[in-house]
């Protein structure tokens, strides 16, 4: 288990890469598919950020 600095720095880091892929992966998506699934593109940010 990762402590104190360092281990506060692999998290933000690997938060900040979730957030990229789903941003990645939801912007992949056509506008239907993301309404199939309640979204519109002005979500994508905030759902990245979840």
Same mark, same amino acid.
């Given at each position: 288990?990762?402590?104190?600095?360092?281990? @506060? &720095? *692999?998290? %933000?880091?690997? !938060?900040? !890469? /979730? #957030?990229? *892929?789903?941003?990645? #992966? &939801? @912007?992949?998506?056509? /506008? +239907?598919?993301? /309404? /199939? %699934?309640? &979204?519109?593109?002005?979500? %994508?940010?905030?759902?990245? +950020?979840?």
């Amino acid at each position: 288990m990762h402590t104190g600095f360092f281990g @506060s &720095l *692999v998290s %933000i880091v690997a !938060n900040w !890469n /979730d #957030a990229r *892929v789903t941003r990645n #992966a &939801l @912007s992949r998506l056509s /506008d +239907r598919e993301l /309404d /199939d %699934i309640g &979204l519109c593109r002005g979500d %994508i940010e905030e759902m990245s +950020r979840r």
